[in-house]
Each structure stands twice: as C-alpha cells, then as structure tokens.
C-alpha cells in the first residue's frame, strides 16, 4: 500500500478561504475511491512557491491504496476537480516522485506514464508501477 502526498497550485486572486473550500471538495470526491485514508495536510507550503495559507490549505494526503490500480481514478477525479474549479495544477507525490496534473484531458497512456513514473520501475511494482 502507497502513500500519495498532493499539492494543489491555486491562482494568486484565490482567498485563503475560497483555497480551503476547493480543497475539501476535492477531499470529498477522493474519499469516494478505495483509498484507506483521505485527509487535509497542514504543514509547510510547497518550495518555491508562496508559503501563504492558500498554499498549506491546498494539501491532501492519501493512504492505503494500490498504486496500479488506483492511481489512474486519483488522476481522473483531480483532472474533472481541476477542470470544474478552475484551478491551475496539482501536484501528486509517491516516495519522493512528483508529477503535475493540469486541467486538461489525461489519456490511458498519460496514466500509464504516470504509474511508471512514480513507481520508478521498482521491480516490487510489477511493470513499472503497482500495488
């Protein structure tokens, strides 16, 4: 089981207020998918970038999930949030990996890649990716 760490970049007009309201809608949806845990993440912001609330408030932790199977419903339900809030990016980490997902159309291939990419073809991950 995986731990997946995601950063949410919010536009520089979002309020503090309105970035904590994005993020918990986002949590709901992701509570949704057969993850074990789904939780807001306080702490430091991302580096290099604005370390105001907006940024802190735009963490959520997943845990206890399989990567391979997963991962791709993760993607799809972040890509439709970021479509519908009009949010800029996400960033999704696993065991230091980092990808960014914007708010456009992910294909099966884009997945794929994804899953490959954070599981850094660790054998434990099947082919590239996994449980």
């Not at 994005?22 to 509570?31: C, I, M, P």
């Amino acid at each position: 089981m995986h731990e997946l760490n995601l950063l949410i970049r919010f536009d520089e007009d979002v309020t503090p207020d309105e970035a904590d309201a994005h993020t918990r809608t986002l949590l709901l949806r992701l509570e949704r998918l057969p993850i074990d845990t789904v939780e807001l993440t306080r702490g430091a912001a991302e580096p290099e970038t604005r370390a105001d609330l907006a940024t802190v408030a735009g963490a959520i932790t997943l845990a206890g999930f399989a990567l391979k199977t997963t991962l791709p419903h993760i993607v799809e339900v972040i890509t439709a949030w970021l479509e519908a809030s009009g949010q800029r990016s996400a960033a999704v980490e696993v065991d230091g990996r980092r990808i960014e997902v914007k708010g456009q159309r992910v294909t099966r291939a884009d997945v794929e890649a994804y899953v490959k990419l954070l599981g850094g073809g660790d054998p434990r991950y099947g082919n590239g990716g996994g449980d």
